[in-house]
């Protein structure tokens, strides 16, 4: 029954750090609802039967679970919302809303471009040393011959999301990489604007 299509509620991703509290009047919006709300990036919720919906094609889906609290998490992270510590932002969120401790949350880095395919210029390399501290950086960037860096937006992720009070136990790292697999993932370093989305669910059992 979670699944029902009139249940669900989808962001409207646009690369922000915003997260909405999804609560029951929301059920349906972006599905059989128009959604009365942009810029969202994250969602949250601990009403039962809802499903979060986002969406990717090689940026980071990061899920999150207090199984304490019985409330989840759903955000987008690319590379400008990982920068921004999107994942320790959604944390803040719960913990606002549903009280929410980071030692208790389980954790998903799910499928999304891995650190062996993810090319990026200087200025976005410089982006993330300015956020991350220095010993973290060679776990992150590994600079290449032509001036280009490779970036692990998964490592960024598990880093950040340790710093917010995450156990390493209870975070889950994927090892699917959209781009590696784009025969059956749609990637957008693959395939450009010419793609389908990967879209990522996460519901409370009703
Ligand atoms: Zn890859």
């Known amino acids: 029954?979670?699944?029902?299509?009139?249940?669900?509620?989808?962001?409207?991703?646009t690369h922000t750090t915003n997260v909405r509290l999804v609560t029951e009047e929301d059920?349906?919006?972006?599905?059989?609802?128009?959604?009365?709300?942009?810029?969202?990036?994250?969602?949250?919720?601990n009403v039962p039967g809802i499903t979060l919906v986002t969406f990717f094609a090689d940026c980071v889906p990061l899920?999150?679970?207090?199984?304490?609290?019985?409330?989840?998490?759903?955000?987008?992270?690319?590379?400008?919302?990982?920068?921004?510590?999107m994942g320790a932002v959604t944390i803040d969120k719960m913990?606002?809303?549903?009280?929410?401790?980071a030692e208790d949350l389980l954790v998903c880095?799910?499928?999304?471009?891995c650190g062996d395919c993810y090319e990026v210029g200087e200025e976005v390399a410089l982006?993330?040393?300015?956020?991350?501290?220095?010993?973290?950086?060679?776990?992150i960037l590994r600079e290449k011959d032509n001036g280009k860096f490779m970036l692990d937006?998964?490592?960024?992720?598990?880093?950040?999301?340790?710093?917010?009070?995450?156990?390493?136990?209870?975070?889950?790292?994927?090892?699917?990489?959209?781009?590696?697999?784009?025969d059956y993932l749609f990637s957008?370093?693959?395939c450009g604007n010419e793609r389908g989305n990967l879209a990522a669910f996460l519901s409370l059992k009703e």
Not at 95 to 101: M, N, P, S, V
């Open 153 to 182: 937006l998964w490592k960024a992720n598990e880093i950040l999301l340790k710093e917010a009070g995450v156990k390493p136990e209870n975070i889950q790292t994927t090892d699917i990489c959209t781009h590696c697999n784009s």
């Open 63 to 85: 899920y999150f679970l207090d199984p304490v609290h019985k409330a989840i998490g759903l955000s987008h992270s690319g590379w400008r919302g990982t920068v921004s510590r």
């Open 109 to 113: 880095i799910g499928p999304s471009i």
């Open 1 to 13: 029954m979670g699944w029902m299509k009139k249940r669900m509620v989808l962001s409207y991703q």
């Open 188 to 190: 957008h370093r693959t």
């Open 127 to 139: 982006e993330f040393k300015k956020v991350f501290a220095n010993q973290n950086w060679n776990q």
């Open 27 to 45: 059920a349906g919006k972006g599905i059989v609802k128009e959604r009365d709300y942009k810029d969202i990036d994250g969602l949250i919720t």
């Open 95 to 101: 913990k606002e809303a549903y009280g929410t401790r």
